[in-house]
């Protein structure tokens, strides 16, 4: 799927040894609209980030010169918010807790099907505010207006919790826009933080 005109394209850098899975991942995201570039050497990986605006890196873990942990420490350097996927064929613990340690967003396991990897993309993207949906667009601007109203007025997800008779855990899923609110939630929502509902859509 193309992404929507008035959305900009997101960069997708892939780091990965084996050119051909770079070049089969190449072919399906930009089949799907995303910009791509991929890097078979890994030891590339800081000047690509400094210089590419990049949203979302690749990461295969074993790479002969470098591996995906070491090349993940030196992107944090550079860039702390970038978005890291790690993919493997040997897949461990050990690897997926470091991963994790250095904010990696999620780890994929080779080999796997498009649609894990979409699915898995459409999170990632999701996380980090690149929602390609103005659906998504949508829910991304009402979590952020809950979420600013909130903390202008000083109350914790707890005591929003209470006011609005909603769990901490769905506020924080809509403030996240990882969950679409219904009208009814929106509304206590709007009531607890003494707003109308439309205010919670801010300039849509």
């Not at 892939?14 to 890994?42: A, N, R, Y």
């Not at 030891?43 to 890196?57: A, F, N, P, Q």
């Not at 994790?100 to 080779?110: E, G, P």
């Not at 914790?156 to 924080?172: E, Y």
């Amino acid at each position: 799927m193309a992404p929507m005109p008035d959305l900009p394209a997101v960069r997708i850098l892939i780091v990965d040894d084996d050119k051909t899975i770079c070049e089969f991942m190449q072919t399906l995201l930009e089949k799907d609209g995303f910009q791509v570039k991929t890097l078979s050497d890994p030891t590339l990986v800081e000047d690509e980030v400094r210089s590419g605006g990049y949203h979302i890196i690749i990461l295969d873990l074993m790479m002969p010169k470098m591996d995906g942990i070491e090349a993940l420490r030196r992107i944090r350097k550079i860039d702390t918010d970038i978005a890291v996927v790690m993919f493997t064929g040997f897949p461990n613990l050990e690897s997926a807790v470091a991963s994790m340690k250095l904010d990696a967003v999620d780890y994929i396991k080779k080999p796997f099907n498009a649609d894990e990897f979409r699915e898995v993309l459409s999170r990632v993207m999701l996380k980090k505010g690149l929602a390609r949906e103005p659906e998504e667009q949508l829910h991304r601007v009402i979590g952020d207006t809950i979420r600013n109203l909130r903390k202008e007025k000083d109350l914790t997800l707890k005591q929003m919790a209470r006011r609005t008779g909603l769990s901490v855990s769905l506020l924080s899923q809509i403030e996240r826009a990882e969950s679409s609110a219904s009208i009814s939630s929106l509304y206590k929502i709007a009531l607890a933080l003494e707003s109308r509902i439309q205010d919670l859509f801010g300039d849509f």
